[in-house]
Nanobody, 123 residues
Framework: QVQLVESGGGLVQAGGSLRLSCAAS????????MAWFRQAPGKEREFVAV????????YYSNSVKGRFTVSRDNVKNTVYLQMNSLKPEDTAVYFC????????????????WGQGTQVTVSS
């Protein structure tokens, strides 16, 4: 079992940046692939980015590629999502999730989810 807690959300103007963090409990975090998803009001949850257990491989949705960067620190048990050039359509609740396989699967099918953090981008 792993617990995931997101932070770093907030209100930002279009073109701005935010960095989300997801802190995980337990040493097993180091063996998990970690993903970010988001859900906008009235829409289904969608995949954003994923990073494998070593941090050596990443994959992004087309909608965020080139603007967002996923990274991880296995010493701090934390995964990050750096979001640059934010657009109003990036407004959503952002969730981190853990996939015990450790590998990148597209789309990811994680077993553990955080509670989410709200990101609002104003125009």
């Amino acid at each position: 079992q792993v617990q995931l807690v997101e932070s770093g959300g907030g209100l930002v103007q279009a073109g701005g940046s935010l960095r989300l963090s997801c802190a995980a409990s337990g040493r097993a975090f180091r063996s998990y692939a970690m993903a970010w998803f988001r859900q906008a009001p009235g829409k289904e949850r969608e995949f954003v980015a994923v990073i494998n257990w070593t941090g050596g491989s990443t994959y992004y949705s087309n909608s965020v590629k080139g603007r967002f960067t996923v990274s991880r620190d296995n010493v701090k048990n934390t995964v990050y999502l750096q979001m640059n050039s934010l657009k109003p359509e990036d407004t959503a609740v952002y969730f981190c999730a853990a996939d015990v396989s450790g590998s990148i699967v597209v789309p990811p099918t994680p077993q553990y989810w955080g509670q989410g953090t709200q990101v609002t981008v104003s125009s």
